[in-house]
């Protein structure tokens, strides 16, 4: 079964980084786009950045030239570098991927299980 796994949130003051990361694992012949969502408590899921499968990227204007998002295809990895942190990106933060199964003749959505962000002021 494909699963997308998170991991590397946490708590980290303002003007902080981290680092997000999302592994695939399971029967994946391909992954076409990944991308971070995120959501904020008591709001609506939103989308933070995207990447294609040959490297290119599209940012929310909340996170630009303060987040990076980065893929390792071999390692069926998406990254989220986080910079510049503040108060207003406290969030579960998921990891999202476009996936073609083995065995199966279409392309899947699928979402991890989610990792949580909090910036302290």
């Known amino acids: 079964q494909v699963q997308l796994v998170e991991s590397g949130g946490g708590l980290v003051q303002a003007g902080g980084s981290l680092r997000l990361s999302c592994a695939g694992s399971?029967?994946?012949?391909?992954?076409?786009?990944m991308a971070w969502y995120r959501q904020p408590p008591g709001k609506q899921r939103e989308s933070v950045a995207r990447?294609?499968?040959?490297?290119?990227?599209d940012y929310a204007d909340s996170v630009k030239g303060r987040f990076t998002i980065s893929r390792d295809n071999a390692k069926n990895t998406v990254y989220l570098q986080m910079n510049s942190l503040n108060v207003e990106d406290t969030a579960v933060y998921y990891c999202?991927?476009?996936?073609?199964?083995?065995?199966?003749?279409?392309?899947?959505?699928?979402w991890g299980q989610g990792t949580q962000v909090t910036v302290s002021s």
């Open positions: 399971g029967p994946i012949f391909r992954i076409n786009v």
């Open positions: 999202n991927a476009a996936v073609w199964p083995v065995g199966t003749t279409r392309w899947f959505d699928y």
């Open positions: 990447i294609s499968p040959g490297g290119n990227t």
